[in-house]
C-alpha cells in the first residue's frame, strides 16, 4: 500500500537510525530527527561531519543502508520516484550550462518535469520574477554574478512547485550581501509559500538564520534545537583562557576555584559562568602564566565544542 500524503501535523522529514558506511568508514551513525513543515532547518557540522552524506540519501541520490527516511510521507526506499517529484535540490556545485541563457537554462529544466508551452513560459516567467531575475533573463549564465547564477540555481529547484527544498551548501562563493539577500529569500520562501527548507551549512552565522538546527559531528548528531536554545543550553557564559603550559594551568585553576576546565587545543574552557567575578579572581591569581582571556555570551561554536570536547575547525 502507497503511503499517505502528509498533514500539516506530521513531520515534513523523519529520519530514524540512518546509518551509512563508505567500505569500512562510518558516514553516519544512528541519525534521527524530525523536521516540521515550513521550518528552515539547518544541518551544521564541519567538513567530514556527516552533512553531505545525508543530504544526498535525502535527494535519493544514494541508496539507504540502514534506518528510514520519509519525506512528506513518502518512504525514499520504497518511493523515490514519487519522493522526487515533490522535492526540489539545490546541489553545491553549479549545474548551470554557462552558454546558455538564464531563461533557457530554467526552460530546459522545466521540460524534464513535463511543463510545455504557455504553462512553462508561465512558471519561468514567475520564477524570474520572484528571484529579482526578469532583467536578466536573456543573459548567458557566464554573465552572471556568483549571487545571481546560485539564484538561478534555486529557481530550477523550485520550477515544479516542491513542498521541500534541499540545498546543500548553497552561499558557497557568494559575497556577504549575495548571501544575506539568498537567506531572505528562503525566509520569504517558508513564509509565503510554506515551504520546507532544508540547508546544510558549515558557517555560523548561516546558522544562526535556521528556525531548527541538528549539529553534526562524525557522523553524529550531538546537539538539536533553536540556535537560541542551544546557546541557552550551556547555562552561562564561556571564559577562555589561554596560556604557554595549559595542562599545569588547569590544573592548578581547577584546584584552587574548585572548576570544570576543560583543555581544547591550547584554550582552556571554563563554561556555565554565571560569576563574572571568577575571570579577575583568575587573573589575580595566575596573571603572570596567562597570555589571553575572554568572557562572552556561547556561540554555536561553543556549543559545539561543550558537546564534543573539540573545536569545529580542528587544525
Excluded at 15 to 38: I, R
Excluded at 163 to 171: A, F, G, V
Excluded at 208 to 213: A, K, T
Aim: charged share 25%; glycine share 10%; aromatic share 4%.
Amino acid at each position: 500500500m502507497s503511503a499517505q500524503p502528509s498533514t500539516s501535523s506530521s513531520p515534513a522529514v523523519d529520519v530514524s537510525g540512518v546509518s551509512f558506511v563508505y567500505g569500512d568508514k562510518p558516514a553516519l551513525d544512528e541519525v534521527s530527527f524530525q523536521v516540521a513543515p515550513a521550518v528552515l532547518f539547518g544541518l551544521l557540522g564541519p567538513n567530514g561531519g556527516g552533512k553531505t552524506t545525508l543530504f544526498k540519501l535525502l535527494s535519493t541520490l544514494l541508496p539507504l543502508q540502514q534506518g528510514t527516511i520519509r519525506l512528506l510521507g513518502r518512504d525514499v526506499h520504497r518511493q523515490p520516484a514519487a519522493v522526487r517529484r515533490l522535492i526540489g535540490v539545490t546541489f553545491q556545485a553549479p549545474s548551470l550550462d554557462r552558454k546558455l541563457s538564464v531563461f533557457e537554462n530554467l526552460a530546459c529544466h522545466a521540460r524534464l518535469y513535463g511543463l510545455t508551452g504557455h504553462s512553462l513560459t508561465s512558471r519561468v516567467t514567475e520564477l524570474l520574477d520572484r528571484l529579482g531575475l526578469s532583467e536578466r533573463s536573456g543573459d548567458k549564465v557566464e554573465s552572471l554574478s556568483g549571487g545571481l547564477a546560485r539564484r538561478v540555481e534555486i529557481a530550477k529547484g523550485l520550477l515544479h512547485s516542491p513542498r521541500l527544498l534541499l540545498l546543500d551548501e548553497p552561499s558557497t562563493g557568494l559575497d556577504p550581501g549575495a548571501r544575506l539577500d539568498l537567506w531572505r529569500y528562503l525566509s520569504s520562501l517558508r513564509d509565503e509559500s510554506g515551504v520546507t527548507v532544508i540547508v546544510t551549512t558549515h558557517l555560523m552565522e548561516e546558522a544562526e538564520r535556521c528556525d531548527d538546527l541538528a549539529l553534526l559531528d562524525r557522523g553524529r548528531i550531538v546537539a538539536r534545537g533553536s540556535p537560541a536554545e542551544l546557546r541557552r543550553s550551556l547555562g552561562g557564559d564561556c571564559l577562555t583562557i589561554r596560556g604557554p603550559q595549559p595542562e599545569s594551568l588547569a590544573a592548578d585553576i581547577s584546584s584552587r576555584f574548585g572548576v570544570a576546565v576543560r583543555q581544547v587545543g591550547e584554550d582552556l574552557r571554563i563554561d556555565a559562568q554565571t560569576d563574572h567575578s571568577l575571570l579577575g579572581r583568575v587573573l589575580d591569581a595566575f596573571g603572570p602564566r596567562i597570555e589571553a582571556v575572554s568572557l562572552a555570551r556561547p556561540t554555536l561554536e561553543d556549543v559545539f565544542v561543550e558537546r564534543t570536547g573539540h573545536r569545529f575547525w580542528n587544525d
